[in-house]
């Protein structure tokens, strides 16, 4: 199955700062990458997703981008805010061609006002 | 649209029992999959169902049982709970790729 690193573990930034959080993988084959941001008391919520036919996605103040040949993809927000406060986690998928997704181990990204 | 719900929020229970969480999934999704999230990690995928089946597991040992029903809604059951159980489970719902997570539910075991 696939094993998916995330860092770092823990982010504090300035208001109106940016923020990259880097997730590495092990199986070459894999080709979707989803990111979700967690609130305290929620479950995960995805907040944006990149393919491996891509190498990079943006989306208002997030983007991704995916780095195949040396299987590492990153998560970008900029211009932070209070608001953007949360634990972010990286995943891959479980197995090849399955819907199930191994996920990293999550960054708690606190913005500072 | 009603998203993905489980029940039910919280639960305690003690070494030994056996527990049953429950899930509907978000409207129009077929596939239901279940995670167990400890403090401070991120969530680990303990198998899906698709069609009423278990179609993939992750490794989670055979306490750990499922269901799915003809309205797509399911089951997470698991027997002879241990102390490492305690978790928030989480289930996800899903069409294509996309998973769509419910609140989850907290289980503390004594």
């Known amino acids: 199955g696939e094993n998916v690193e995330q860092h770092p573990s823990t982010l504090s930034v300035q208001e109106g700062d940016s923020a990259v959080i880097k997730c590495t993988y092990s199986d070459s084959a894999s080709n979707y990458f989803p990111w979700y941001k967690q609130e305290l008391g929620k479950g995960p919520q995805l907040i944006i997703d990149i393919r491996s036919n891509v190498g990079e996605k943006k989306d208002q103040r997030i983007a991704v981008t995916l780095n195949k040949t040396a299987k590492h993809f990153s998560l970008h927000i900029t211009e932070t805010q209070p608001e953007d406060s949360a634990v972010y986690f990286c995943?891959?998928?479980?197995?090849?061609?399955?819907?199930?997704?191994?996920f990293g181990s999550g960054t708690r990204l606190q913005v500072q006002p | 649209d009603a998203g993905v719900t489980q029940s039910p929020t919280h639960l305690i229970k003690t070494r030994g029992q056996q527990v049953t969480l429950r899930c509907s999934p978000k409207s129009g999704h077929d596939t239901v999959s279940w995670y167990q999230q400890a403090l401070g990690q991120g969530p680990q995928f303990i198998f899906q169902y698709y069609e009423e089946e278990e179609r993939q597991r992750g490794n989670f040992p055979d306490r750990f049982s499922g269901h799915q029903f003809p309205n797509y809604s399911s089951e997470l059951n698991v027997n002879a709970l241990l102390l490492g159980d305690s978790a928030l489970y989480l289930c996800a719902s899903s069409q294509g790729l996309d998973l769509y997570f419910g609140p989850g539910t907290r289980l503390l075991v004594l």
């Open positions: 995943a891959a998928p479980y197995d090849t061609g399955r819907r199930a997704l191994t």
